[in-house]
């Protein structure tokens, strides 16, 4: 049974901050210790298990075969779903939620899609008639900050390590269970990642724990990419009510480019482990 | 005795719900325990214990169950017409009656006094049922303006203070901190700099993570030296 | 031919491989993992709280409240996400399971959380969810009189096993599956959950429950090894 965070905390956060320091030792930023797992879950096409300090969240991959949009006739489809589960927090329960779990999905989902990183004409069976879909479900397991980012790195890793299942053309069925060794069409060259910075005082961080999430003003989720060796913004978006100067931008924009250039790399070879 | 008590901590047998702890009708049951007929069995989970003829469990986890004179740390949660409503995070609310606060208020200024959201040390003056009513007219009781606040299990808090309140004193000491423990798990930390602070809310992890271990003390006194801050 | 053998090997009256482990959610008041072989639950418990709406309260005692669901990607055709009828009416049956154990009385007009996902699923769901859920409710600190722990038996034809898979699930042969699923206290001989679906003659049913019992004292040393490694662990 916990007192939710008070005041006074998020007033020494905030003191801290200006002097470029958090309450467990790390840089505005750093991430927290980072673990991924794929494959936790058996009966997923695909799916991956992420702890970023204590906050750890689960995704998986299904698979099935649909009729496509009428205006997409040869592209498979999407549809990414999150889950703020109240086993994660008790604020699930009673609210007010810190955080919506459409906004999520939708950041995550957008990050995923704009990066160009699924091939979705390559997921067409039968142009017009039938495409594969792809379901990325996302829960949160426990919540200690940052369930968003969180979130997007399982996504991509349960889809980096999802294989297709069998399919049968005449029957024009998918046949559950059964797995064949191909994996999803993807460009194993671009590496989406959502970077959510939040804003106290005049500082912003990365990988809030939940205490610093309770004391942040602002926050802004960027989704970027690399795209033929360049570094993309595929998505952005500005939540909370208090607004946010031009310079503080530019700034967040700065540091998002930095930060993904560091994280990147070490976030592919996590998933790749 | 101290180390005694310490090293017989770390020997504890586990206590499972609905298993026999002894046998005997010499034996009674203590908090956590009950008797089923020769039995006495646990039911709850924590460590078993026996002192005199009775076998209790001490339980490790669970809500805070308040007492009468507990010092507790809240943080007002609602204004109602003739006091606060505050939530120490125990499966009741507190009230703080208007007349219970230290100086003489009329009841349209409530607000300008303990606002919702401050966080306040106070005595709890009377356990009802479902509640209990608080008091701040005691001396060191009041509004808690800085510093920061941590929170640990109320089962945790004698391990947090120590026989004869020694624990907590090393802590203070060493970190130069003072420390004010609710018997609510709330713990109300005030040093000369933040670093302070987070040093020793550390050392206060680092009793709650380790509470079954026997010589503690000494842990905690290498803990510190480690973490030591200039 | 009468089911003599099982798909993976098993004894007839043996479970599958069991795992347990507490406090897996940091944020829970109490948390545990329960796994029959493929079939993992895990649960959190947040209270006794205040109960809201403040209608539902019971002026004399807590009240539990149970949620069960699976992830949308535990089994092998994708779950919508979200409550349905089944997890709903598994839900109730929980409460019911764990209700007796549990002594409330001392916090009246509040509510005791648990919350129950499936991660993976191979049958005998609710059993793993109850499991896991007497663990969680252990470690939170909640007065409780005994654990409970509960176990699927099935009827494979005319054969009686402990602790079915979903392969055994679907079995057609002869007089098919029927699936059972109790759920008793651990250490006293009382039912807090019997449930039934297929076609067994009442005698066989009564051999089923006592079949039942015997198999649960082996997953109760399952729960109460992950209780007391939890404390060692603790210590070190």
New interface residues.
């Given amino acids: ?1 916990n007192i939710e965070e008070t005041n006074l905390t998020q007033r020494r956060i905030s003191e801290h901050l200006l002097k470029g320091r958090r309450f467990d030792g790390r840089k505005p930023l750093e991430l927290r210790k980072l673990e991924i797992t794929t494959g ?6 695909g ?1 991956a298990r992420v702890k970023l300090g ?1 906050t ?1 969240v ?1 995704a ?3 698979l ?1 075969v649909a009729t496509p949009y009428p205006n997409e006739e040869e592209s498979g489809t999407m549809m990414t ?1 999150v ?1 703020l ?6 604020r699930y ?2 609210g007010p939620p810190r955080f919506d779990a459409i906004e999520v999905a939708r950041i995550i989902d957008r990050g995923l899609r704009e990066s160009g990183m699924i091939d979705f004409k390559k997921l067409c069976i039968t142009p017009g008639e039938k495409v594969w879909s792809i ?1 990325v ?1 996302i ?1 949160s ?4 900050g940052n369930v968003m980012d969180a979130a997007g790195i399982a996504a991509l890793a349960a889809l980096r390590s999802a294989k297709m299942p069998k399919y049968d053309k005449e029957t024009g069925k998918v046949l ?2 059964e797995w064949t060794e191909d994996k999803l069409p993807l460009n194993e060259e671009i590496t989406p990642i959502n970077l959510t910075f939040h804003k106290i005082g005049d500082n912003f961080l990365i990988d809030p724990t939940a205490a610093e999430e309770d004391s942040a003003e602002s926050r802004i989720s960027l989704a970027l990419s690399n795209w033929e060796g360049q570094v993309m913004v595929n998505s952005v978006q500005k939540s909370n009510e208090a607004e946010l100067s031009i310079l503080k931008a530019e700034e967040v924009i700065d540091l998002a480019e930095k930060t993904f250039k560091e994280l990147s790399e070490r976030i592919n070879t996590d998933i790749r482990k | 005795m101290d180390e005694e008590k310490e090293k017989n901590e ?1 020997k504890r047998q ?1 206590a ?4 026999i702890i002894k046998t005997g009708k010499e034996y009674l049951p203590g908090d ?1 325990a ?1 008797r089923d007929g020769e039995n006495i ?1 646990a ?5 078993q214990d026996e002192y005199g003829r009775f076998l209790r469990v001490i ?5 805070y ?1 308040p007492r009468k004179g507990n010092l507790v740390i809240g943080k007002v949660a609602d204004i109602s017409f003739n006091g606060w409503i505050i939530d120490v995070g125990s ?3 507190s009230f703080l009656m208007l007349n219970e606060y230290p100086k003489y208020i009329e009841s349209d200024d409530l607000e300008s006094y303990l606002a919702i959201g401050d966080l306040v040390l106070c005595k709890i003056h009377r356990t009802k ?2 509640g209990m009513d608080l008091t701040m007219k005691e001396r060191g009781l009041g509004k808690i303006e800085d510093g920061m606040i941590t929170t640990i299990n109320s ?1 945790k808090v004698p391990r947090v203070i120590g026989k004869e309140g020694s624990m907590v004193k090393l802590i203070k000491d060493s970190t130069q901190c003072d420390i004010t423990v609710g018997q609510n798990g709330v713990i109300w930390i005030k040093g000369s700099s933040v670093e302070h602070e987070l040093y020793a809310r550390g050392a206060i992890n680092f009793v709650v ?5 026997s010589g503690l003390t000494e842990e905690v006194k290498k803990y510190l030296e480690q973490n030591k801050i200039e | 031919m009468a089911y003599t053998k099982r798909p993976d090997g098993r004894k007839l009256d043996e479970a599958r491989n069991m795992t347990a482990e507490i406090g897996v ?7 545990a993992k329960f796994s029959f072989g ?1 079939t993992i639950a ?3 418990v ?5 109960m ?1 709406p403040q209608h539902k309260q019971n002026p004399q005692r ?1 009240v539990l409240r149970c ?1 069960y ?1 699976m ?8 779950k919508r ?2 409550p349905s009828r089944r997890s709903q009416e598994i839900s109730k049956i929980i409460e019911w399971s764990l209700s007796p ?1 549990l ?1 409330l009385e ?5 509510v005791v ?1 648990v ?3 499936i ?3 191979n049958a005998s769901t609710r059993c793993a969810a109850i499991n896991a859920a007497a663990l969680a409710l ?10 409970v722990t509960s176990v699927s038996i099935g009827k494979l034809d005319k054969t009686l096993v402990v602790d079915v898979t979903k392969e055994e699930e679907d079995y057609k042969e002869g007089e098919g599956a029927t699936d059972i699923a109790m759920t008793l ?4 001989d009382e039912i807090t959950s019997l449930q039934l679906d297929g076609k067994i003659p009442p005698q066989a049913l009564k051999e089923a429950i006592r079949l039942g019992r015997a198999a649960t004292k082996k997953i109760h040393e399952v729960q ?1 090894g992950a ?2 490694a939890y ?1 060692e662990e ?2 070190k």
């Fill in positions: 049974m936790v879950s058996k009966n997923a096409e799916s204590n750890e689960v998986g991959i299904k099935n779903t889950e589960t109240p086993l994660s927090s008790s329960e009673l379901f479900d829960f397991i426990n919540d200690d559950f269970g | 770390g586990v499972i719900p609905g298993e956590g009950r069995v039911c709850r989970f924590g460590l339980p490790l986890s669970g809500p169950i499966p009741y609310t049922r479902k089962n993570e380790r509470s079954y271990l | 959610i940091p944020n829970a008041d109490g948390s493929d895990i649960a959190a947040y209270g006794p709280k205040t809201h807590g949620t669901d992830l949308s990607f535990s089994v092998t055709e994708r996400p979200g154990v002594d001392e916090f009246p007009n509040t959380d919350h129950i996902m991660t993976q699923a252990a470690q939170a600190g909640i007065p409780m009189k005994d654990l206290m651990s250490n006293n109460v209780l007391k404390i603790n210590k």
